[in-house]
């Protein structure tokens, strides 16, 4: 079965510009989530779907970042406008069953220069 | 504020000999616990978890011990590999919350 697919893997945007990510979760998979990390630091919770439904968006550092989650299948995460502090690795991860773990996708490493 | 603390940003150990990497958590509620290692340009995979109805759980080299009152819980490898060498996170959640709280990772490198 395919895995968790994350695009791009990098990205390199000018402060204020707009940056959208993009996470295909394993099919079948209700549960997705949206983490960073940055900087060598926890990896940090921003937000959970079910299916389509966003579920806890507690983590979501702002109003400049927005994640949608299109018919329950892939998601997007989008940075408008971008600043420097957002720079990091975004991760996705996806799951039928939590309790057995997530499976995570490769990460996109966002910098904003 | 980080409700999962890995205090040790790395390890090192000899080949053969025991990794133990620890963590700890601040909220009681937490009541299921999981270790994910992660190699550089990859994402996090999982490897082993606990419920907090227990203490011990092992799995191969694997074995992941929980303390409840001292909200502490470790990873031992034993014996410990070179291919063992990644960053490795602790993670937690709540019953019927989906939702992971990570800690900031350890890096173990295994020395041959």
């Known amino acids: 079965e395919a895995g968790v697919t994350q695009f791009p893997s990098h990205s390199v945007i000018e402060k204020g510009q707009t940056v959208t990510l993009r996470c295909d979760p394993i099919?079948?998979?209700?549960?997705l989530y949206w983490y960073r990390r940055v900087m060598g630091k926890e990896i940090k919770f921003l937000l959970h779907?079910?299916?389509?439904?966003?579920?806890?968006e507690s983590g979501m550092p702002n109003n400049r970042f927005l994640a949608e989650r299109t018919g329950g299948t892939y998601s997007t995460l989008k940075v408008q406008p971008a600043e420097l502090e957002d720079s990091g690795v975004y991760f996705c991860?996806?799951?039928?069953?939590?309790?057995?773990?997530?499976?995570f996708g490769s990460g996109t490493r966002l910098t904003v220069v | 504020d980080q409700q999962v603390k890995q205090n040790s940003p790395s390890l090192s150990v000899q080949e053969g000999r025991i990794s133990i990497l620890n963590c700890d958590y601040t909220?009681?509620?937490?009541?299921?616990f999981l270790w994910y290692k992660k190699y550089p340009a990859e994402g996090p995979t999982f490897l082993i978890s606990?419920?907090?109805?227990?203490d011990k759980n092992e799995d191969g080299r694997f074995t992941v011990f929980l303390n409840k009152s001292a909200k502490h819980l470790s990873l031992h490898i034993v014996p410990s590999q070179p291919g063992d060498s990644a960053v490795y996170f602790c993670?937690?959640?709540?019953?019927?919350?989906?939702?992971?709280?990570f800690g900031a990772g350890t890096r173990l490198t295994v020395k041959p």
């Open positions: 991860a996806s799951s039928q069953n939590p309790r057995y773990g997530y499976t």
């Open positions: 099919s079948g998979h209700d549960n």
């Open positions: 779907f079910v299916k389509e439904s966003k579920q806890d």
């Open positions: 909220n009681s509620m937490f009541d299921y």
């Open positions: 606990i419920s907090s109805i227990k």
């Open positions: 993670a937690a959640s709540l019953y019927n919350n989906n939702d992971m709280r």
